[in-house]
Protein backbone atom coordinates (compact mmCIF):
# COMPACT_ATOMS: atom_id res chain seq x y z
CA UNK A 1 0.00 0.00 0.00
CA UNK A 2 3.25 2.41 0.68
CA UNK A 3 2.64 5.69 2.27
CA UNK A 4 -0.43 6.82 2.01
CA UNK A 5 0.06 10.38 3.13
CA UNK A 6 2.74 10.34 0.29
CA UNK A 7 0.39 11.99 -2.33
CA UNK A 8 2.26 10.19 -5.29
CA UNK A 9 1.94 7.06 -3.32
CA UNK A 10 -1.68 8.30 -2.32
CA UNK A 11 -2.71 8.50 -6.03
CA UNK A 12 -1.26 5.48 -7.15
CA UNK A 13 -3.07 3.58 -4.77
CA UNK A 14 -6.02 5.12 -5.57
CA UNK A 15 -5.40 3.67 -9.36
CA UNK A 16 -4.91 -0.24 -8.22
CA UNK A 17 -7.77 -2.88 -8.10
CA UNK A 18 -6.55 -3.61 -4.53
CA UNK A 19 -7.70 0.03 -3.42
CA UNK A 20 -11.00 -0.61 -5.14
CA UNK A 21 -11.62 -3.85 -3.58
CA UNK A 22 -10.83 -2.23 -0.30
CA UNK A 23 -12.74 0.45 0.13
CA UNK A 24 -15.93 -0.79 -1.35
CA UNK A 25 -15.77 -3.86 0.97
CA UNK A 26 -15.18 -1.59 3.46
CA UNK A 27 -18.76 0.06 2.89
CA UNK A 28 -19.99 -3.30 2.58
CA UNK A 29 -18.46 -3.96 6.12
CA UNK A 30 -20.92 -1.03 7.33
CA UNK A 31 -23.83 -2.47 5.89
CA UNK A 32 -23.18 -5.67 7.67
CA UNK A 33 -23.76 -3.57 10.60
CA UNK A 34 -26.38 -1.93 9.06
CA UNK A 35 -24.59 1.25 9.47
CA UNK A 36 -24.98 3.08 6.18
CA UNK A 37 -27.02 6.11 6.09
CA UNK A 38 -29.01 5.34 2.70
CA UNK A 39 -28.71 1.70 2.23
CA UNK A 40 -29.53 -1.28 4.26
CA UNK A 41 -27.93 -5.18 2.95
CA UNK A 42 -29.94 -8.18 3.48
CA UNK A 43 -27.50 -10.83 3.06
CA UNK A 44 -30.73 -13.34 3.39
CA UNK A 45 -31.68 -12.98 -0.08
CA UNK A 46 -28.09 -13.67 -2.01
CA UNK A 47 -29.00 -17.42 -2.45
CA UNK A 48 -32.10 -16.19 -4.70
CA UNK A 49 -30.20 -13.71 -6.38
CA UNK A 50 -27.42 -16.34 -7.15
CA UNK A 51 -30.13 -18.49 -8.31
CA UNK A 52 -31.54 -15.54 -10.75
CA UNK A 53 -28.42 -14.98 -12.19
CA UNK A 54 -27.34 -18.33 -12.25
CA UNK A 55 -30.76 -19.16 -14.47
CA UNK A 56 -30.44 -16.08 -17.14
CA UNK A 57 -26.88 -17.68 -17.58
CA UNK A 58 -28.72 -21.10 -18.49
CA UNK A 59 -30.89 -18.93 -21.02
CA UNK A 60 -28.45 -16.88 -22.76
CA UNK A 61 -25.62 -19.21 -22.97
CA UNK A 62 -26.91 -23.44 -22.47
CA UNK A 63 -23.62 -24.16 -22.93
CA UNK A 64 -21.90 -21.75 -20.69
CA UNK A 65 -19.33 -20.42 -22.89
CA UNK A 66 -19.60 -17.35 -22.13
CA UNK A 67 -17.37 -14.16 -23.55
CA UNK A 68 -16.29 -11.37 -21.64
CA UNK A 69 -18.34 -8.63 -20.69
CA UNK A 70 -16.73 -6.24 -23.34
CA UNK A 71 -17.49 -3.61 -26.12
CA UNK A 72 -17.71 -6.74 -28.73
CA UNK A 73 -20.81 -7.65 -27.59
CA UNK A 74 -22.67 -4.73 -28.19
CA UNK A 75 -20.89 -4.19 -32.13
CA UNK A 76 -23.07 -7.32 -32.49
CA UNK A 77 -26.12 -6.27 -31.78
CA UNK A 78 -29.13 -8.05 -33.36
CA UNK A 79 -26.80 -10.85 -34.02
CA UNK A 80 -25.18 -8.94 -36.44
CA UNK A 81 -21.42 -9.30 -36.12
CA UNK A 82 -20.46 -6.08 -37.42
CA UNK A 83 -16.92 -6.32 -36.34
CA UNK A 84 -16.15 -8.83 -37.73
CA UNK A 85 -17.45 -7.75 -41.30
CA UNK A 86 -15.11 -5.26 -40.77
CA UNK A 87 -12.17 -6.90 -39.86
CA UNK A 88 -13.21 -8.90 -43.29
CA UNK A 89 -12.00 -5.88 -45.56
CA UNK A 90 -8.55 -5.68 -43.56
CA UNK A 91 -7.47 -9.03 -45.38
CA UNK A 92 -4.13 -6.81 -46.25
CA UNK A 93 -3.32 -5.52 -42.78
CA UNK A 94 -0.80 -7.21 -40.63
CA UNK A 95 -1.86 -8.90 -37.40
CA UNK A 96 -0.40 -5.98 -35.45
CA UNK A 97 -2.10 -2.66 -37.40
CA UNK A 98 -5.45 -5.03 -36.53
CA UNK A 99 -4.70 -4.98 -32.98
CA UNK A 100 -4.34 -1.04 -33.47
CA UNK A 101 -7.46 -0.73 -35.33
CA UNK A 102 -9.18 -2.31 -32.57
CA UNK A 103 -7.95 -0.84 -29.87
CA UNK A 104 -8.83 2.76 -32.23
CA UNK A 105 -12.46 1.88 -32.01
CA UNK A 106 -12.68 0.11 -28.41
CA UNK A 107 -11.15 3.22 -26.46
CA UNK A 108 -13.21 5.99 -28.65
CA UNK A 109 -16.27 3.51 -28.33
CA UNK A 110 -16.22 3.31 -24.47
CA UNK A 111 -15.09 6.56 -24.13
CA UNK A 112 -18.88 7.52 -25.66
CA UNK A 113 -20.86 4.95 -24.04
CA UNK A 114 -21.86 6.69 -20.77
CA UNK A 115 -25.83 6.45 -20.42
CA UNK A 116 -27.79 7.35 -22.92
CA UNK A 117 -31.01 8.08 -21.58
CA UNK A 118 -34.27 7.07 -22.19
CA UNK A 119 -35.41 8.55 -25.40
CA UNK A 120 -32.23 8.05 -27.78
CA UNK A 121 -32.15 5.51 -30.37
CA UNK A 122 -29.41 5.20 -33.59
CA UNK A 123 -31.69 3.66 -36.85
CA UNK A 124 -29.42 1.47 -38.58
CA UNK A 125 -31.34 0.63 -41.88
CA UNK A 126 -34.29 1.47 -40.36
CA UNK A 127 -33.67 -0.54 -37.39
CA UNK A 128 -33.77 1.43 -33.96
CA UNK A 129 -30.88 0.37 -31.59
CA UNK A 130 -31.51 1.67 -27.91
CA UNK A 131 -28.80 2.54 -25.08
CA UNK A 132 -25.24 0.55 -25.12
CA UNK A 133 -26.21 -1.46 -28.02
CA UNK A 134 -27.11 2.14 -29.82
CA UNK A 135 -23.96 3.55 -28.97
CA UNK A 136 -22.11 1.07 -30.07
CA UNK A 137 -23.21 0.36 -33.57
CA UNK A 138 -23.30 4.14 -33.82
CA UNK A 139 -19.49 4.95 -32.61
CA UNK A 140 -18.66 1.99 -34.98
CA UNK A 141 -20.30 3.78 -38.22
CA UNK A 142 -18.71 6.86 -36.88
CA UNK A 143 -15.10 4.89 -36.93
CA UNK A 144 -15.84 3.68 -40.40
CA UNK A 145 -16.41 7.15 -41.76
CA UNK A 146 -13.23 8.50 -39.68
CA UNK A 147 -15.04 10.67 -37.66
CA UNK A 148 -12.18 10.19 -35.05
CA UNK A 149 -9.10 9.74 -37.51
CA UNK A 150 -6.54 12.79 -38.84
CA UNK A 151 -5.41 11.19 -41.63
CA UNK A 152 -8.04 11.36 -44.44
CA UNK A 153 -5.81 8.26 -46.26
CA UNK A 154 -6.95 6.34 -43.00
CA UNK A 155 -9.79 6.66 -41.77
CA UNK A 156 -9.62 3.60 -39.25
CA UNK A 157 -7.18 5.34 -36.39
CA UNK A 158 -8.64 7.44 -33.84
CA UNK A 159 -5.79 10.05 -33.18
CA UNK A 160 -5.23 13.45 -31.66
CA UNK A 161 -5.47 14.90 -35.17
CA UNK A 162 -9.09 13.59 -35.14
CA UNK A 163 -10.17 14.09 -31.95
CA UNK A 164 -8.92 17.37 -30.60
CA UNK A 165 -11.27 19.35 -32.79
CA UNK A 166 -14.46 17.00 -32.11
CA UNK A 167 -17.13 19.73 -31.71
CA UNK A 168 -20.68 18.86 -30.06
CA UNK A 169 -22.44 19.31 -33.40
CA UNK A 170 -20.08 16.41 -34.73
CA UNK A 171 -21.34 13.86 -31.91
CA UNK A 172 -24.82 15.02 -32.50
CA UNK A 173 -24.45 14.56 -35.92
CA UNK A 174 -23.08 11.16 -36.03
CA UNK A 175 -25.60 9.67 -33.36
CA UNK A 176 -28.30 11.09 -35.00
CA UNK A 177 -29.63 13.45 -32.62
CA UNK A 178 -32.54 15.66 -32.83
CA UNK A 179 -35.18 17.75 -30.55
CA UNK A 180 -37.81 14.05 -31.20
CA UNK A 181 -34.07 11.71 -30.29
CA UNK A 182 -32.30 13.31 -27.65
CA UNK A 183 -28.89 11.94 -25.97
CA UNK A 184 -27.56 12.77 -23.25
CA UNK A 185 -24.55 14.23 -22.37
CA UNK A 186 -23.69 15.04 -25.91
CA UNK A 187 -21.35 18.31 -25.20
CA UNK A 188 -19.66 16.00 -22.31
CA UNK A 189 -18.83 12.81 -24.72
CA UNK A 190 -17.34 15.43 -26.92
CA UNK A 191 -15.16 16.87 -24.20
CA UNK A 192 -13.70 13.61 -22.90
CA UNK A 193 -12.96 12.56 -26.99
CA UNK A 194 -11.56 15.97 -27.10
CA UNK A 195 -9.36 15.48 -24.00
CA UNK A 196 -8.08 12.11 -25.43
CA UNK A 197 -6.72 14.26 -28.33
CA UNK A 198 -4.60 16.35 -25.62
CA UNK A 199 -3.49 13.19 -23.79
CA UNK A 200 -2.37 11.36 -26.72
CA UNK A 201 -0.30 14.05 -28.10
CA UNK A 202 0.85 14.83 -24.01
CA UNK A 203 2.40 11.09 -23.99
CA UNK A 204 4.21 9.57 -26.78
CA UNK A 205 5.84 7.23 -24.64
CA UNK A 206 2.42 5.67 -24.42
CA UNK A 207 1.10 6.31 -27.62
CA UNK A 208 4.02 6.59 -30.27
CA UNK A 209 5.10 9.61 -32.40
CA UNK A 210 1.64 10.07 -34.10
CA UNK A 211 -0.59 10.00 -30.92
CA UNK A 212 -2.51 7.39 -31.56
CA UNK A 213 -4.99 5.28 -29.50
CA UNK A 214 -3.19 2.39 -31.26
CA UNK A 215 -0.03 3.33 -30.36
CA UNK A 216 -0.51 1.84 -26.73
CA UNK A 217 -0.98 -1.92 -27.97
CA UNK A 218 2.94 -1.51 -28.96
CA UNK A 219 3.53 -0.20 -25.68
CA UNK A 220 1.94 -2.70 -23.86
CA UNK A 221 3.17 -5.98 -25.72
CA UNK A 222 6.44 -5.05 -24.97
CA UNK A 223 5.81 -5.93 -20.97
CA UNK A 224 4.64 -9.40 -22.83
CA UNK A 225 6.65 -12.17 -20.89
CA UNK A 226 6.78 -15.71 -22.05
CA UNK A 227 3.33 -14.68 -24.28
CA UNK A 228 1.48 -13.82 -20.89
CA UNK A 229 0.86 -9.91 -19.86
CA UNK A 230 -1.03 -9.50 -16.50
CA UNK A 231 -4.31 -7.88 -16.75
CA UNK A 232 -3.49 -5.55 -13.63
CA UNK A 233 -0.56 -4.26 -16.51
CA UNK A 234 -3.70 -2.90 -19.19
CA UNK A 235 -5.27 -1.36 -16.21
CA UNK A 236 -2.35 0.60 -14.91
CA UNK A 237 -1.68 1.65 -18.62
CA UNK A 238 -5.49 2.70 -19.10
CA UNK A 239 -5.01 4.52 -16.40
CA UNK A 240 -2.02 6.58 -17.21
CA UNK A 241 -2.57 7.19 -20.43
CA UNK A 242 -6.18 8.03 -19.80
CA UNK A 243 -6.58 9.75 -16.56
CA UNK A 244 -6.03 12.89 -17.65
CA UNK A 245 -9.34 13.09 -19.92
CA UNK A 246 -11.42 12.54 -17.42
CA UNK A 247 -13.53 16.13 -15.86
CA UNK A 248 -11.58 17.53 -13.02
CA UNK A 249 -13.69 16.59 -10.16
CA UNK A 250 -10.87 15.82 -7.64
CA UNK A 251 -7.69 16.02 -7.51
CA UNK A 252 -4.72 14.85 -5.69
CA UNK A 253 -1.54 16.65 -5.52
CA UNK A 254 -2.47 18.08 -9.41
CA UNK A 255 -3.84 14.49 -10.07
CA UNK A 256 -6.74 14.24 -11.90
CA UNK A 257 -8.16 11.43 -9.88
CA UNK A 258 -11.38 10.40 -11.98
CA UNK A 259 -13.60 7.85 -11.33
CA UNK A 260 -12.87 8.72 -7.51
CA UNK A 261 -15.65 10.15 -4.92
CA UNK A 262 -16.11 10.81 -1.15
CA UNK A 263 -18.18 8.41 1.70
CA UNK A 264 -17.91 9.59 4.96
CA UNK A 265 -17.86 5.69 6.61
CA UNK A 266 -14.75 5.48 4.96
CA UNK A 267 -12.24 6.70 7.03
CA UNK A 268 -8.46 6.13 7.65
CA UNK A 269 -6.37 9.00 9.08
CA UNK A 270 -4.46 10.09 5.71
CA UNK A 271 -4.72 11.22 1.98
CA UNK A 272 -7.19 8.67 0.83
CA UNK A 273 -9.54 9.59 3.76
CA UNK A 274 -13.24 9.22 2.65
CA UNK A 275 -11.98 8.56 -0.63
CA UNK A 276 -13.33 5.90 -2.64
CA UNK A 277 -12.58 4.78 -6.11
CA UNK A 278 -14.48 2.87 -9.11
CA UNK A 279 -12.72 3.55 -12.83
CA UNK A 280 -15.39 2.11 -14.02
CA UNK A 281 -15.53 2.75 -17.75
CA UNK A 282 -11.16 2.08 -17.14
CA UNK A 283 -11.83 -1.32 -15.82
CA UNK A 284 -14.65 -1.87 -18.91
CA UNK A 285 -12.61 -0.71 -21.19
CA UNK A 286 -9.62 -2.79 -19.79
CA UNK A 287 -11.82 -6.16 -20.23
CA UNK A 288 -12.81 -5.21 -23.13
CA UNK A 289 -9.15 -4.53 -24.74
CA UNK A 290 -8.45 -8.16 -22.86
CA UNK A 291 -10.04 -9.34 -25.84
CA UNK A 292 -7.78 -7.66 -28.28
CA UNK A 293 -4.33 -9.10 -26.96
CA UNK A 294 -5.90 -12.77 -26.78
CA UNK A 295 -6.80 -13.13 -29.79
CA UNK A 296 -3.53 -11.66 -31.15
CA UNK A 297 -2.35 -15.03 -29.11
CA UNK A 298 -1.31 -13.24 -25.88
CA UNK A 299 -2.16 -14.76 -22.62
CA UNK A 300 -3.96 -12.06 -20.47
CA UNK A 301 -3.24 -13.58 -16.64
CA UNK A 302 -4.43 -12.27 -13.24
CA UNK A 303 -8.17 -11.44 -14.89
CA UNK A 304 -9.63 -11.59 -11.65
CA UNK A 305 -7.71 -8.90 -10.22
CA UNK A 306 -9.53 -6.59 -11.43
CA UNK A 307 -13.43 -6.09 -10.22
CA UNK A 308 -16.68 -6.26 -11.06
CA UNK A 309 -18.37 -2.60 -12.69
CA UNK A 310 -20.32 -0.20 -10.54
CA UNK A 311 -23.38 0.81 -12.85
CA UNK A 312 -26.71 0.60 -12.91
CA UNK A 313 -27.70 -3.01 -14.40
CA UNK A 314 -25.67 -4.68 -11.59
CA UNK A 315 -26.57 -2.40 -9.02
CA UNK A 316 -30.23 -2.25 -10.21
CA UNK A 317 -30.18 -6.41 -10.06
CA UNK A 318 -29.35 -6.21 -5.80
CA UNK A 319 -32.51 -3.62 -5.52
CA UNK A 320 -34.90 -5.41 -7.81
CA UNK A 321 -34.25 -8.95 -6.07
CA UNK A 322 -34.10 -7.28 -2.14
CA UNK A 323 -30.14 -7.70 -1.64
CA UNK A 324 -30.35 -3.81 -1.23
CA UNK A 325 -32.99 -1.47 0.23
CA UNK A 326 -32.99 1.93 0.00
CA UNK A 327 -33.38 3.87 3.81
CA UNK A 328 -35.32 6.90 2.38
CA UNK A 329 -37.97 6.62 -0.41
CA UNK A 330 -37.02 10.19 -1.95
CA UNK A 331 -34.19 8.76 -3.65
CA UNK A 332 -36.42 6.44 -5.82
CA UNK A 333 -38.37 9.57 -7.04
CA UNK A 334 -35.76 12.27 -7.86
CA UNK A 335 -32.67 12.21 -9.76
CA UNK A 336 -29.53 11.86 -8.04
CA UNK A 337 -26.29 13.69 -8.79
CA UNK A 338 -23.78 11.53 -9.47
CA UNK A 339 -21.50 12.86 -6.56
CA UNK A 340 -24.14 12.35 -3.99
CA UNK A 341 -22.80 9.86 -1.29
CA UNK A 342 -26.00 7.68 -1.82
CA UNK A 343 -25.03 7.17 -5.41
CA UNK A 344 -21.45 6.56 -4.31
CA UNK A 345 -22.61 4.12 -1.48
CA UNK A 346 -25.07 2.28 -3.82
CA UNK A 347 -22.11 1.56 -6.25
CA UNK A 348 -19.39 0.50 -3.61
CA UNK A 349 -22.10 -2.05 -1.95
CA UNK A 350 -22.83 -3.41 -5.55
CA UNK A 351 -18.69 -3.75 -6.89
CA UNK A 352 -18.45 -5.61 -3.56
CA UNK A 353 -21.53 -7.45 -3.84
CA UNK A 354 -20.37 -8.81 -7.20
CA UNK A 355 -17.28 -10.28 -5.27
CA UNK A 356 -19.83 -12.23 -3.08
CA UNK A 357 -22.09 -13.56 -5.54
CA UNK A 358 -19.52 -15.07 -8.12
CA UNK A 359 -18.51 -18.31 -6.27
CA UNK A 360 -22.36 -18.67 -5.38
CA UNK A 361 -23.01 -18.38 -9.20
CA UNK A 362 -20.13 -20.91 -9.80
CA UNK A 363 -21.72 -23.56 -7.63
CA UNK A 364 -25.07 -23.13 -9.09
CA UNK A 365 -22.88 -24.10 -12.87
CA UNK A 366 -20.52 -26.18 -11.52
CA UNK A 367 -17.65 -23.86 -12.73
CA UNK A 368 -14.58 -22.79 -11.11
CA UNK A 369 -13.25 -19.49 -10.74
CA UNK A 370 -10.29 -20.18 -13.67
CA UNK A 371 -13.24 -21.23 -16.06
CA UNK A 372 -15.46 -18.75 -15.06
CA UNK A 373 -13.97 -15.69 -14.01
CA UNK A 374 -15.86 -12.24 -12.82
CA UNK A 375 -15.49 -11.01 -16.86
CA UNK A 376 -17.38 -13.94 -17.55
CA UNK A 377 -20.10 -13.45 -14.74
CA UNK A 378 -20.79 -10.08 -15.67
CA UNK A 379 -21.62 -10.55 -19.35
CA UNK A 380 -23.62 -13.96 -18.74
CA UNK A 381 -25.23 -13.59 -16.04
CA UNK A 382 -25.46 -10.09 -13.31
CA UNK A 383 -25.30 -7.08 -16.21
CA UNK A 384 -27.85 -9.14 -18.09
CA UNK A 385 -30.14 -10.25 -15.15
CA UNK A 386 -30.22 -6.81 -14.46
CA UNK A 387 -31.51 -5.94 -17.41
CA UNK A 388 -34.17 -8.41 -17.33
CA UNK A 389 -35.11 -7.82 -13.86
CA UNK A 390 -35.40 -3.93 -14.80
CA UNK A 391 -37.91 -5.21 -17.92
CA UNK A 392 -39.70 -6.87 -15.38
CA UNK A 393 -40.39 -4.70 -12.99
CA UNK A 394 -40.66 -1.46 -15.19
CA UNK A 395 -41.76 -0.17 -18.29
CA UNK A 396 -39.27 0.62 -20.74
CA UNK A 397 -36.62 -1.17 -18.74
CA UNK A 398 -35.26 1.84 -16.33
CA UNK A 399 -33.29 1.12 -13.53
CA UNK A 400 -34.85 1.17 -10.08
CA UNK A 401 -32.85 4.93 -9.31
CA UNK A 402 -32.10 7.35 -11.64
CA UNK A 403 -28.84 9.05 -11.50
CA UNK A 404 -27.77 12.46 -12.90
CA UNK A 405 -25.14 11.51 -15.76
CA UNK A 406 -22.89 14.14 -17.65
CA UNK A 407 -21.49 11.49 -20.22
CA UNK A 408 -18.79 10.96 -18.59
CA UNK A 409 -19.00 8.05 -15.67
CA UNK A 410 -21.57 5.33 -16.65
Avoid at 53 to 60: G, W
Avoid at 155 to 160: I, M, P
Avoid at 175 to 202: K, M
Avoid at 293 to 321: H, K, M, Q, S
Amino acid sequence: MGNLNDPAQAVAWLRTPEAIRARCHELLALGERDALPNFQVHFSRLPACADYVAQVIRENYPGLQIPYHARWRHFAAGGIDRWGRLAAELKDRDADEIARIRFDLCVASVLLDAGAGPDWAFSEDGTAIARSEGLAVASLHAFRAGLFSGDRKNLLRADAAGLAPLAPNAIAHAFQVSAANPLVGVEGRAALLRNLGAALAARPDLFGADARVGGLYDTLKKKVTDGKLPARAILAAVLEGFGPIWPSRMTLDGANLGDVWRHRGIVSGDLTSGLVPFHKLSQWLTYSLVEIFEDAGIAVTGLDDLTGLPEYRNGGLFIDLGVLSVRHDALKKFAIPVEDEAVVEWRALTLALLDRIADPVRERLGKTAAEMPLARILEGGTWAAGRKIAREKREGGGPPLTVVSDGTVF
